[in-house]
């Protein structure tokens, strides 16, 4: 019978490694995804309490405070907007847009890396447990015994 080659444990501490920088990201990922929908909550907290208040003051302050919170359309969109209900209604709507579209942003690229880092890790892993020397083994050359 054969002789079982065995695989080092160096190895398969390293395989395990790169299969666990994927875990890793993915943690890290269940972090990063829910930014823009908060950053959406946010500025939509505001922008009721201004309304609520009927104060032109208060609407000017919440539509400042929701300017960085959009991308460029958005902080024109928002630039455009006067100070009154009629306003901040509108200001809510162009808040929303931009928030779903950051989310599917994110989603989308968090997909991405963990893919990317996951066929990385599995190429890691083959690497370090399946590529062996070119040459025949002692038992396929010597054949078998009588």
């Known amino acids: ?4 080659e065995r695989v080092s444990v160096q190895r398969i501490g390293m395989m395990l490694t790169g299969f666990l920088m994927l875990a890793l990201i993915g943690v890290f990922a269940t972090y ?3 930014i823009p ?9 505001a922008i009721a309490r201004a309304a609520a208040s009927g104060d032109p003051a208060a609407i000017r302050a919440a539509l400042a405070a929701a ?12 630039a455009s907007l006067a100070p009154d209900r009629a306003g901040l209604g509108e200001a809510a709507t162009v808040l929303s847009a931009e928030t ?3 989310s599917r942003l994110v989603a989308y690229r968090l997909r991405l890396m963990v893919i990317v880092i996951g ?4 190429l ?15 038992t396929i050359t010597t054949g078998p015994r009588p």
Not at 119 to 122: C, L, N, Q, R
Not at 124 to 138: E, M, N, Q, S, Y
């Open 1 to 4: 019978m054969a002789e079982r």
């Open 32 to 34: 990063a995804a829910p």
């Open 37 to 45: 929908a908060m950053r959406g909550v946010i500025a939509e907290t």
């Open 67 to 78: 300017k960085p919170l959009l991308g460029r359309r958005g902080q024109q969109t928002l």
């Open 100 to 102: 779903a579209e950051a």
């Open 119 to 122: 066929v990385v890790a599995g």
């Open 124 to 138: 890691f892993g083959v690497a370090l447990l399946g590529i062996r020397d070119a040459k025949p083994t002692r």
